[in-house]
């Protein structure tokens, strides 16, 4: 049920943020006995608290149009910043962050492996290269797109 919330409101929403606003995920849950739906937004110089008051208006009266109502109950509008652990979903999410540290979880487990932890060196559309340390060896692996179950910048400590 969730999924389709989610992939009835990107969709609608999709194109609909005016510049230099980027849509970057959609995400249904239930906080207590409440219905949340969070459209998280970023733009290059970060969002302001401005930015999400403003956005929610341009949001919400959006959600009222999806023809067929997706969601089954009542529930509270979000719209917030990705923060620093900001999900990556799209090919578009990959090419753009090429240099930086990130998590990966895969479907299947790839040289022994279903999490990594390291920095994206390249993709080419499909894969992802990612270099990471395992123990104190420097390795490379490359990763399937569609292998990839979650991902997300990671905050290096």
Do not use: C
């Not at 008051?53 to 509270?76: G, H, N, Q, R, V």
């Not at 090429?98 to 390291?118: D, S, T």
């Amino acid at each position: 049920m969730s999924t389709n919330i989610t992939e009835v409101v990107l969709a609608h929403l999709e194109g609909l943020l005016p510049e230099p606003f980027e849509l970057v995920d959609v995400e249904w849950s239930k906080m207590g006995a409440d219905h949340v739906l969070s459209v998280l937004v970023d733009k290059p110089e970060g969002i302001t608290l401005q930015d999400t008051a403003d956005l929610s208006e341009i949001i919400s009266p959006e959600l009222d149009k999806i023809s067929t109502d997706p969601f089954p109950s009542e529930y509270m509008l979000e719209v917030a910043s990705p923060g620093a652990e900001r999900p990556l979903k799209k090919p578009a999410d990959f090419e753009k962050h090429i240099g930086a540290y990130i998590f990966v979880k895969l479907y299947q487990k790839v040289a022994g492996e279903k999490e990594f932890v390291g920095d994206l060196v390249a993709f080419d559309g499909n894969l992802i290269t990612l270099t990471y340390l395992d123990k104190t060896r420097q390795k490379t692996v490359e990763l399937e797109l569609s292998n990839i179950a979650k991902a997300r910048t990671q905050v290096k400590l």
